[in-house]
Each structure stands twice: as C-alpha cells, then as structure tokens.
C-alpha cells in the first residue's frame, strides 16, 4: 500500500514540475505568451530556382525564407551578376524565375527567349550613388573626387553587372577624356557583383565606388552613401522579374511573383531602403529621370 501511495506522489510531482517549466518558459521577460507560435508549412516536395541579380540579395534571401515557411515550397536562390547567371540559365536550361538588377539584362533575357515577356514586373526602384567608408575618411563629396590622384576606386564588372553597366555610363556621359581617363586609372577592381561591389567597401579594400544607394543599408556600420548630383543621375534603375521558360512549373513561379508584390514582400525591401515607387526615387535625386531603359557598352570598357 505505501508503495502504491509514494507512486502516486511521484506521479503528482512530475506532473507539477513539467507544468512549472511550461509556464516558466511561457513567461519570459515577465509576460506570459497570449499566441501560439504558427509551424511552418509542411514541406510539399516542390521547390523553385531563381537566377537573380546580387542588386536584390538581402530583400530576396528574406523574402525566400518567409515564402518556405508559408506555402512549404523550398526556394533556391542563384545570385552573382545579372549576365552571369543569365548565361547559367542558358547552359543548364535551367530556372524557374529570373529576377536580374536592372532592366537592361531583363531585355536581353526576352530578346534570347529566355523568358516570358508578359510575365514581368517590376519589384523595386534604384538610383546609383557614391558609396564610401564608414566616415568618408578621404573625404570624397563629387564625382570628380574620384578622379584625384591616389583614391582607390571599384566599379562592378560592366559586362555582366547592372551597376557596373550604370557605372560606365554616367562617366562617359559626365567626364571629359582626361577626367575618364584619371578615373580608370584610379580603377583598382572590377567586381563580380553587386554583393561583391558593396564588400568591397565594407572590407576598405578601396576608397570608393559607384553602386547604389541601398548598398549602405547592406551594412550601415561600415558602408556610407555620397549622393550624385541630379545632373549626374542619368536614369532610374528598376529590378524586374519574369517566368523563365525552363520552368516546370509556371503557376507556382507566377505564386511567388505575386507574393513579391503582396504587402509582406514588399516589407523586405522597405527595410533596406529600396525605392517602391518611380515618384520615391524622383523624391530622392531631386530631379524627373527616365526609369529603366538599355545602355550599350562601348567597346573599350570590355578589357580594363
């Protein structure tokens, strides 16, 4: 009988205990859980490849974790250039979105057939910038800084980078052959991206470069932003995606397109600063400039 009753009494603690540790660890800080945390969906066994721009990283690798934990579908993400992963896409026959940093890539992209052309939108806005050291410790305020002697400078590989691309363009249409010339000899690096421009940056392995505004919202503690002058800002950038045509599966490539668009995707690229509007980034140049748009590469900028 004694057995059965201290049996009894050890059923009865364990029980108040497990209930103890419940409620201790409902009442962090202070304040007890009034709502249970959601599970993610379950897995579906589906996934999507996006082929993407490094101008959208840090927004997209959110926005692809947020998409998994609501629908189940696993998301795989290729970033580096936007040509670069254009012609991964066209090697593997691969993809099921391509999402690059600028319109320019997009429209090679439809002209190759690689895409969709009904299919695409446009996600966010961007303007190019000076971007500098925590500081601006050489003290660079214009563009032209960028031409003294001895300011080491980056700019993205314009070949298969949107913001390189951008780069070249606002110096040749800005500077004078001797400033362009000063200018690319300042040239230090051509980067892979515009994750690796940022980094650039960020690590002091130059002084400067030329990407865009965001870039300091990337790492705030490091990377600073110098505005160029209205005059200097040559057009607005815009991020679009499409549907590739690799796709297996278009209506769930199209499910994360829209879900881009929703109100909760569009959080992940307010919280570093994109532009959600043509009218946000007018607001910031100062000045009306034409959104989107093609740029050719003139040939000398092929081979630093």
Sequence with gaps: ????????????LTLLIASLALFVGGCANGKQSSQTPQPPAPSTGKHLMIFAGAASQPPLELAAKAFEKKTGVKVDTVFGGSGYVLSQMKLGKKGDLYFPGSSDFMEIAKKDGVVYPETEQKIVYLVNSINVQKGNPKNIQTL?????????????????VCVGLYAVEIIEKT?????????????????????????????????????????????????????LQPSETLRIGYIPIAISKYTENRELAQQFIDFLLS??????????????????????????????????????WLKK
């Design 263 to 300: 109100e909760e995707g569009k959080t992940f690229f307010k919280k570093y600063q994109y532009f959600m509007t043509p009218a946000e980034a007018v607001a910031y140049i100062g000045a009306d400039r034409p959104v989107g748009g093609e740029y050719t590469l003139p040939k000398e």
């Design 175 to 227: 500077f004078t052959p001797e400033e362009k010339q000063a200018f690319r000899d300042n040239i230090a690096n051509y980067t892979e991206s515009c994750e690796k421009t940022a980094t650039a940056i960020s690590l002091k392995t130059v002084d400067a470069v030329i990407g865009w505004s965001v870039f300091q919202y990337w790492d705030p503690e490091k990377i600073e932003t110098v505005k």
């Design 1 to 12: 009988m004694m057995k059965k009753i201290m049996s009894h009494w050890l059923v009865v």
């Design 144 to 160: 032209k800084d960028l031409t003294r002697p001895g300011i080491k400078v980056a700019i993205a590989n314009p070949e298969g």
